[in-house]
């Protein structure tokens, strides 16, 4: 039994201090629900010390939304992963389709920057999808390959495992328009059965795959109830305390179901 997780990307939203309000409301809230599902917050890089030192005391944890694939140097506007270690981050999105379209981030960088996540400890939150175009053309199971088997290249079962993949239809990212459940569930599986050529099909079994791309309190339960849907990567949605902590209810009281 895989326990969900659900994370909220906050993408270019909330300095330190409304991470603050935010982080309070939501610890005078969230009671019992970390019992059920792993709960993670991705707030921008200059509000991780505020976010670390609120949640150090709880069983919520902080991620960073990119590190470079680069060690320290110069490298002008860089964070790299010794610096998250240092404030105690665990997680970091790597690959997020915003970074790879806007930012450029190839495969192959996305790969190095797996390696670095790796090699200290971080646990990646690693993110494929496929555009309209790509969808429309057929070329779904040949995108989420090419994205995994460049992007994960080299690493090992136990990176993998310690690996949660998010699959972020880019279409879905934003729009309001939710891949319905069985896209969502058909495009888990395949990656999936992908994870399984490459890394062993107990890997494939034991790996959480988050669904993200407009998820909402009215959709996430029947997202999470998929047999393949682990969680959720959540934007607009998780920006308000309240909205964040129904999609964690509705979400993991599906996925426990
Ligand atoms: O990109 C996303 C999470 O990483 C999804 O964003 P939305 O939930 O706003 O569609």
Redesign the pocket.
Known sequence: MRKPIIAA?W?MNKGPAETEDFLKGLISKIGKATDKCDVVIAPPFVSLPTATKLLASHDVSVAAQNVSQYDAGAYTGEINVMMLKELYVPYV?IG???RRAIFGETDEVLNAKMHKVRETNLKAIF?IGETLEEREAGQLDEVLRRQLTEGLKGLSEKDVLETVL?Y?PVW????GVTASPEQAQEAHAKVRVILAESFGGEVADKVRIQY????KPDNAAELLAQPDIDGA??????MEVGSFLQIIENGSSAAAQ
């Open positions: 990307n993408k999105i997020h389709s915003e993110c998010a972020e879905a990212i934003g729009t993200g791309g407009s998820v990567l959540v934007g607009g949605a998780s």
